[in-house]
């Protein structure tokens, strides 16, 4: 609040005019030229340019009797000065005399955080037990994610009155009530009030239920104003896909990457993961933070763009900053080698802690598959383990998991007990001797020894001690590869099988129960659909949200 208190001299013949205002040489409102020509005062010029707030009429001639002009003003960081000045006289009227005793500003006048002003907001006018059910009910109707009942408002409502009546603040009675809304199981819980719990029948879940389902599925949070406005006109089924496709877009979004994405992945792992300090020294808490940056704006990007599943697999882009783009040996955002010269005009060395988008050049990375993160994780903390890759792929990307190993069977050991000799291939290949172990390993080696190239923090080698690495491979059924660039090939041909894995994963994720016989059909609609439209992400979502199984209410058993 801008204040000036003055008065002006007992000649003056009529009212004089003032103008309070602004000024800073960045003011982003400046009056025209027109109105502050119209201005009179010491140094107006070395002001400009200025803002008129407002004009007032000075009556008060008395110096015992002096008079107090105010203007509310927001904070404002283009302001640099405020000050008074006259209004031009009439021509041939003299120029008043002012007597100004101060200018001062006073504030903040709220000091309430936004917070507080927006639960709180309510029709001032009404009576104070009409101002707490407003307040009351537009709080629990947010909470319970669907419109309050009147006696839900009253209950809430009277602890507010009772607070109040006992002598504590109208505000204080609020947050009794609020503290009482946030204990309720109606909060704590996503209830699906059923009106009919005893019929037989498969039926629709309730627009305002539909509403939480799908913000819960792809924000992990409240449905927002325009889904619960949508769902109180009855109009959120017919805007699903819509729907779908703005709340992807949403920085919200996010929670899918990180409450779906790394729990499919199997990422958590990564933050307790212990590479051995004495193999690896580069591996410290800044690069661990980095690998999974990487992997959750990688996976962020594909959902905003509303990229193809297949990305996943194949990308010939990735996020990184300083620490990663050394660990992977990339000097600039075109993706070259350090120690090379760039291979195309533009490109910006990678500095600091920062992400940035990196197109990648080279075969050696690309998709989920060559992330440091995954193949971290799929490490043991000594060295590297076809095994835990070759499984990860099978489990999270091919949705065929190997059995589980046979009891009693020791880690590359021969069947004798004896220790294995030679690199982790030949040891591998002596462990698969064992009858016991051959066939799981049969499916899972191969795929890992695609990225034996990788040590067990993710950096690119091409020795395994003295030995060159090998990463070739033959997979069940005769098809062979040379390294993970080709395995990513053959991976990519089976895109109708990984897609169909990545449906059971997320229609799992949301509906928050594991899958059943009788989903099967619902998997093979959504797969059909996601297919014909290129395996977009946006498609994925969209389908499950309008499935049977995440719309529908099961009927009595």
Known sequence: MLRARLYAAKDAKLPVKVALFISGPNLVDPSPDAEVDQLMGGNLKACRPMRILKIFEITSNDPQKIQELEFPISKRGDIQKAGLAVVRPPAGEPVPTLFVENVWSEGPLEVRPLSHRTLLACDAAKPRD?????VIGRFVSRAFRRPATTAEVERYARIVDQAVAA?????????LAIQSVLVSPKFLFRFELDDRPEAPETRA?????LAARLSYFLWSSLPDAELTE???RGQLTANLASQVRRMLKDKKAQALVDNFALQWLQLGRLQSHAPDARL???FNEPLRASMAEETRMFIAEIIREDRSLLDLIQADFTYLNEPLAKHYGIADTAGTAIGQKPARPGAQPIRGPNFVRVSLASPERGGLLQQASVLTVTSNPTRTSPVKRGRWVLEQLLGTPPPPPPPNVPELDKPDGGPLVGTLRQ???????????ANCHASMDPLGFAFENYDAIGAWRKVDGDAPIDASGELPGGKSFQGPAELKTILLEKKSQFARCVVEKMLTYALGRGLEYYDKPTVDKISAALERDGFKFSTLAAEIAASDPFRLRRGKE
């Open 130 to 134: 009409q101002q707490t059910r407003e």
């Open 167 to 175: 002598g504590e603040p109208w505000e204080a009675g609020i947050q």
């Open 205 to 209: 879940i309730d627009e305002y239920q």
């Open 230 to 232: 949508l769902a109180a």
């Open 280 to 282: 690896f020294p580069s």
């Open 427 to 437: 040891r591998m290949e002596q462990h698969r001797r064992n009858p016991a172990c």
